[in-house]
C-alpha cells in the first residue's frame, strides 16, 4: 500500500464491529479500525469497512486522534465505503502517521451521573463503558485512593460524605454558591492526575448562597417545609419553625391561639449539611400585614443579621455558628389591618472556616458588606 517504505511494525491492534446496529435499527454496520507501529518514527491507521447498509442518519467516516489530527474519507454515499479504497485494496482505507500511535481511552461524559444532597455526592459511572474504554474497578478512586467504587446494577458509583468521609472533597464559595469539588481518576503516581492513558472526571455539587423564605401567620400552625432542586445542582431543605419558648424542644402544632405582646420563638434551619463546616445566617427577617414579600408596609425584625434597634423585644439567641439559627420576638399586630402577620427572612449559607458567619452586633447594626447578591427565593407557608 505504500511502495519503497522499509516498514517492520512491532505491534498491532485490532477492533471490529460486526453488524453494529444504526441508531434507528433500520440497518446494520460491518467494519474494522486497524493500529499498527514500529514504535518508534512510524505507525498507520487502516480503516477496513464490510457490509454497510444504507441509513438516513447523520454519518461520518473517518478517524480523529487526540492532539487534534483527523482525516476524513471524502465518500458521501455510506454504502460506497465498502468498494472505495484510497490504497487500491475496495473496501479499505489507510492512511501514514509520522509519530508513534498513542492509544488514550476515553470515557463519554453522557455515561457518568451525578447526585449531590447536602453534604453528600455521588458520581456513577457505566461499568461496560469503562471496561470497553481499558478501565477496571479497582484502578479508579476519588481524590482519596482508598475510597473505591462500588458496583451497583452494571454502575460503578463514587460517593463522599462530609459527615462521614470527605473522600478528598474540597470545599470553595464564591461569590453565589458553596461548591463541593472531588475527581475520580486513575492510580496513576500520587494523587488523581491526568496522563496519557489516565483518567480523570471532575465533578462538583453546587449550593447557592442565599434563600429566601417566608411563613404567613394567621391561626393555625401547620408544619411547612421548602425543598429546593437545582438543575443539575445540588439539593437541600430549609424550614421555618414556630415554638413557645426558648428551649425550642416542641414546636407548635394544632389549633393555637397568641396574644399580642406574647413573644414568639423562630427557628430557621437548613437539614443535609455537616454543621461543623456550613452555617445558616439570618440576613434580615421581616412581617408584613398580608403574604407578599415586598408589601411596602412592613416592620423589621432582623436587619443586616442583627436585631433591629427600633424593636426592643427581638432577641437574636443564634446566628451564623451552625445549620440551625433561632430568634425571637413579642407578637404584635398591624393598625389598620387584620390580626394576621406574615414573617418573612432572608438568609444565606456560610463557610464556617471563613471565620465571618457568626454576626457581632454589639448593640449596633453590623455594617459588614458582602460581595453576594440575591441569588435564588423560595417561599414556605405556615398558617399560624
Known amino acids: 500500500m505504500f511502495p519503497g517504505n522499509n516498514f517492520y511494525p512491532t505491534w498491532l491492534f485490532i477492533a471490529t464491529w460486526e453488524t453494529?446496529?444504526?441508531?434507528?435499527?433500520?440497518?446494520?454496520?460491518?467494519?474494522?479500525?486497524?493500529?499498527?507501529?514500529?514504535?518508534?518514527?512510524?505507525?498507520?491507521?487502516m480503516l477496513n469497512y464490510g457490509q454497510i447498509d444504507s441509513t438516513d442518519q447523520y454519518w461520518r467516516a473517518g478517524y480523529e486522534a487526540v492532539d487534534g489530527s483527523y482525516s476524513f474519507i471524502p465518500e458521501t454515499d455510506i454504502?460506497?465505503?465498502?468498494?472505495?479504497?484510497?490504497?487500491?485494496?475496495?473496501?479499505?482505507?489507510?492512511?501514514?502517521?509520522?509519530?508513534?500511535?498513542?492509544?488514550?481511552?476515553?470515557?463519554?461524559?453522557?455515561?457518568?451521573?451525578?447526585t449531590c444532597s447536602g453534604s453528600t455526592g455521588s458520581l456513577s459511572l457505566s461499568r461496560c463503558q469503562l471496561f470497553e474504554a481499558g478501565y477496571s474497578v479497582d484502578v479508579?478512586?476519588?481524590?482519596?485512593?482508598?475510597?473505591?467504587?462500588?458496583?451497583?446494577?452494571?454502575?460503578l458509583v463514587f460517593n463522599f460524605d462530609s459527615n462521614a468521609n470527605m473522600c478528598g472533597t474540597t470545599l470553595e464559595n464564591n461569590a453565589t454558591h458553596i461548591i463541593f469539588k472531588n475527581n475520580v481518576g486513575t492510580t496513576d503516581g500520587i494523587g488523581v492526575i491526568s496522563r496519557t492513558g489516565g483518567l480523570n472526571i471532575a465533578f462538583s455539587c453546587v449550593y447557592p448562597l442565599i434563600q429566601s423564605i417566608s411563613m404567613p401567620m394567621a391561626f393555625q400552625a401547620t408544619g411547612s417545609v421548602i425543598s429546593k432542586e437545582l438543575s443539575t445542582e445540588?439539593?437541600?431543605?430549609i424550614k421555618m419553625i414556630p415554638y413557645p419558648d426558648s428551649q425550642f424542644m416542641h414546636p407548635y402544632s394544632g389549633s393555637v391561639t397568641l396574644q399580642t405582646n406574647q413573644q414568639l420563638y423562630i427557628a430557621v434551619e437548613v437539614d443535609q449539611f455537616d454543621s461543623n463546616q456550613i452555617a445558616l445566617v439570618l440576613d434580615k427577617c421581616?412581617?408584613?400585614?398580608?403574604?407578599?414579600?415586598?408589601?411596602?408596609?412592613?416592620w423589621d425584625l432582623i436587619i443586616n443579621e442583627c436585631p433591629n434597634p427600633a424593636d426592643g423585644t427581638v432577641v437574636v439567641m443564634q446566628n451564623g455558628v451552625s445549620t440551625s439559627s433561632r430568634f425571637s420576638f413579642r407578637?404584635?399586630?398591624?393598625?389598620?389591618?387584620?390580626?394576621?402577620?406574615y414573617l418573612h427572612c432572608q438568609v444565606h449559607l456560610c463557610l464556617l472556616s471563613s471565620g465571618n458567619c457568626a454576626p457581632s452586633c454589639n448593640g449596633e447594626l453590623n455594617r459588614r458588606r458582602r460581595s453576594v447578591e440575591f441569588y435564588d427565593s423560595a417561599a414556605i407557608t405556615m398558617g399560624f
Request: with cysteine; hydrophobic share 40%; net charge negative.
Open 20 to 45: 453494529m446496529s444504526f441508531a434507528n435499527n433500520t440497518g446494520n454496520a460491518t467494519f474494522q479500525a486497524v493500529l499498527v507501529s514500529n514504535g518508534t518514527d512510524a505507525s498507520y491507521i
Open 79 to 114: 454504502v460506497r465505503l465498502s468498494s472505495t479504497s484510497n490504497v487500491q485494496i475496495p473496501g479499505r482505507w489507510a492512511f501514514q502517521v509520522a509519530a508513534p500511535v498513542v492509544v488514550t481511552p476515553f470515557v463519554p461524559v453522557t455515561y457518568a451521573a451525578e
Open 140 to 155: 479508579l478512586h476519588l481524590n482519596d485512593q482508598s475510597c473505591k467504587g462500588e458496583v451497583h446494577n452494571d454502575r
Open 234 to 237: 445540588g439539593t437541600y431543605q
Open 286 to 298: 421581616w412581617a408584613t400585614p398580608v403574604d407578599q414579600v415586598d408589601y411596602n408596609i412592613r
Open 331 to 341: 407578637m404584635f399586630t398591624f393598625t389598620s389591618f387584620n390580626s394576621n402577620i
